[in-house]
């Protein structure tokens, strides 16, 4: 069963494969709250998963250590037991969906274990390893539902608790939420005032719409930028710990996700993958009564694939103004395209790309004129539009 006391002994049988990760102030996020940051992104793997992983490895018997061990995972859990069972001498082979991002494929093999990547996503990748696990006699390592891996992850609320005095809230995010069970369970043994909230990505609500229907509920698919937390249905242990420990839970679209990541780049020079950054899109965007609070958002992993990263960027800076494109229809005539960067310059735009379109306009001698645009904000763009209608130029 779980307990404080198996958490504490997780924390002193992990002492030599996870590091312990400082928290940090986050300036310039949620300025409304006091926010910290709890980076297990600096993980040795990347993520929080080595610590669930770590823990019910080191629990297995010696004849489920012989067996070796098998784990599905949508990445992070994948490289948790890859590590694990490497230290401990152990045979892995781990079942991953095939739309895991490259770098978490390569980096589970990098870490000793066996990949069978599963077409579909996590819930398809756990069905093919239970069926290997039946026909091979491995030991199986849930990524979730398991109390020895609840138990692991219940040690990041040890370490915050221990590194920071006077805490409000916890911010966590939630996928088969193992991860947010073991903090909440720990942080309400030793300090029942703090609240603990989780996050889910809204394209993937599997906890979100169990609790509020109270019961168990299964998604017929999932779609997020969020893939470490694109679970179709929590576990059963986990389901119970959220509903009995959890304060609330909250959905982040992906847009919201994306300007997180944007943020922690920009104001933390901290690389957050999307469901790691899902606790502080929470904080951001005011999914929790957090004004005045002291804070602490879980940054849970920091895998994201670099050309994932560079789409999330583009549209983290659509998303917050800080880039832009104009459509303008206009006469084709000498000088136009001049006066329209004229205004641009003046008001402190910097163009990035033109593009001359033809099309059906109202003028047979018409043109389209695509600019593509950096800007401050939202702001910023509404001052250049006006700009321009205000020496009559057309906006579509």
Known sequence: MLSLDKVFDAQRVLKSIVRETAVARAFGIAPECELYLKPENLQITGSFKVRGAGYKIAMLTEEEKARGVIACSAGNHAQGVALAAS???????????????????????????????????????????????????????????????????????????????????IIVPVGGGGLISGIAYTAKQIRPSVKVYGVQAAGAPSMFNSISGGAIQCLESVQTIADGIAVKQPGETTFALVRDYVDDIALVTDDEVASAILALIEKQKMIAEGAGAVSVAAAMFGKFPLAGKRVVSVVSG??????????????????????????????????????????????????????????????VHGVFLRIDMETRDFDHVKLITDSLKAEHFKLV
């Open 87 to 169: 230290k401990n001498g152990i045979r892995s082979l781990i079942c991953l969906p095939d739309t895991a991002p490259i770098s978490k494929v390569e980096a589970t093999k990098g870490f000793g274990a066996e990949v069978c990547l599963v077409e579909g996503c996590y819930d398809d990748a756990y069905k093919k390893a239970l069926e290997l696990k039946d026909e091979m006699g491995y030991t199986f390592v849930h990524p979730f539902d398991d109390e020895n891996v609840i138990a692991g992850q219940g040690t990041i609320a040890l370490e915050i608790l221990s590194q920071l005095d006077n805490i409000d809230a």
């Open 302 to 363: 920091g895998n994201i694939d670099v050309t994932s990263l560079s789409r999330v960027i583009d549209r983290g800076l659509l998303n917050s103004g800080r880039s832009s494109s104009l459509l303008i229809e206009l006469i084709d005539k000498p000088g136009q395209l001049k006066d329209i960067s004229r205004i641009i310059a003046d008001c402190g735009g910097n163009v990035t790309g033109v593009h001359y379109e033809k099309g059906a306009t109202e003028s």
